[in-house]
């Protein structure tokens, strides 16, 4: 992964996430076209200025306000860089390196008091001077309840040992039954570690 290193040679995470922005954000991201198979972003100051490239390779140039509760800035409380790779039908996969679990908690948390939509797509486990991925965490694989459940989980700090979050609360949350989410949450991580024994064999 060419794109970034990881900070002092220690360990990081890369998270992607499918993102809608709000309607009437006025985000020229999706302002411009709801399909871009790339996207640049150049915010100074009070202007915003964005290059996207449609899938048919034309570019066009949009041009927006920079306020509080735009997409950029909720990265930016989080000390992290957003990557936009492209929209698909007027939702942004953007990538961003993080530090810890907390990190990825807070990034979501802040995302959702500004946009409509956020899912975790994918996390990697992000290594050494060469930011080598070692582990991939792809969870296209899992249904959307697994994946509900799941990142859930993981944004309230339920695999955190030192975090005091109830399986039973998780389930109230998602008005299931504590059973019914164990469930999915034992099925989703056998898949999950399925996946990366399947990727580390080929």
């Keep these: 992964?060419?794109?970034?290193a990881a900070a002092d040679g220690d360990r990081r995470l890369r998270v992607d996430l499918d993102v809608d922005p709000a309607a009437d954000s006025g985000c020229p991201i999706v302002a411009e076209s709801d399909e871009a198979a790339s996207v640049t972003v150049n915010a100074v100051?009070?202007?915003?200025?964005v290059d996207v490239t449609t899938p048919d390779g034309e570019v066009r140039r949009g041009t927006g306000e920079v306020t509080d509760d735009c997409l950029c800035h909720a990265f930016g409380r989080v000390g992290c860089v957003p990557h936009f790779r492209r929209?698909?039908?007027g939702t942004v996969l953007v990538t961003a390196y993080v530090d810890d679990r907390t990190a990825v908690r807070r990034l979501v948390e802040e995302l959702r008091g500004v946009v409509d939509?956020?899912?975790l797509v994918r996390l990697a486990v992000v290594e050494g001077p060469d930011a080598t991925e070692q582990v991939t965490f792809d969870l296209s694989a899992l249904t959307p309840?697994?994946?509900?459940?799941?990142?859930?989980?993981v944004v309230r700090g339920y695999?955190?040992?030192d975090r005091d979050v109830r399986l039973?609360?998780?389930?109230?949350?998602?008005e299931i039954s504590k059973s019914?989410?164990?469930?999915?949450?034992?099925?989703?991580?056998?898949?999950?570690v399925t996946d990366i024994f399947d990727d580390a064999e080929r």
């Design 1 to 4: 992964m060419s794109d970034v």
């Design 45 to 49: 100051g009070d202007d915003c200025v």
């Design 87 to 89: 929209v698909e039908g």
């Design 117 to 119: 939509r956020v899912r």
């Design 145 to 153: 309840k697994q994946r509900r459940g799941l990142e859930l989980a």
């Design 159 to 161: 695999f955190d040992g």
């Design 168 to 174: 039973s609360d998780l389930a109230d949350e998602l």
């Design 180 to 192: 019914a989410l164990s469930q999915r949450l034992r099925t989703a991580q056998a898949k999950l």
